[in-house]
């Protein structure tokens, strides 16, 4: 069982950034793909980023291109989330996700095996 723990949400500034981290439990986190969704009111779960085992490959949505950046590190079982330039369409609530099967990077949820409890993210106009 792998437990998910994201931190670091709150509220901010249209063109301010946040810092998401997300800690595993566990000794086998560097053997997990990680990675970000996010769920905004009344719209789907959708993907952010997602990372690689050992953090070699990143794939990130269109929409936070440029914009957000993803890493981890395993010595810590904690994943990263370094959210630049936020807009208020970036508002939703934030989950970091394992997926312990395979080391390339699924872009649908349900490829993902563990899930946190999310963490609120509000970008004021």
């Known amino acids: 069982q792998v437990q998910l723990v994201e931190s670091g949400g709150g509220l901010v500034q249209a063109g301010g950034s946040l810092r998401l981290s997300c800690a595993a439990s566990g000794r086998t986190f560097s053997s997990y793909v990680m990675g970000w969704f996010r769920q905004a009111p009344g719209k789907e779960r959708e993907f952010v980023v997602g990372i690689t085992r050992r953090g070699g490959r990143r794939e990130y949505a269109d929409s936070v291109k440029g914009r957000f950046t993803i890493s981890r590190d395993n010595a810590k079982n904690t994943v990263y989330l370094q959210m630049n330039s936020l807009k208020p369409e970036d508002t939703a609530v934030y989950y970091c996700?394992?997926?312990?099967?395979?080391?390339?990077?699924?872009?649908?949820?349900?490829?993902?095996?563990?899930w946190g409890q999310g963490t609120q993210v509000t970008v004021s106009s």
């Open positions: 996700a394992a997926c312990v099967v395979r080391d390339t990077i699924a872009t649908s949820d349900r490829s993902y095996d563990y």
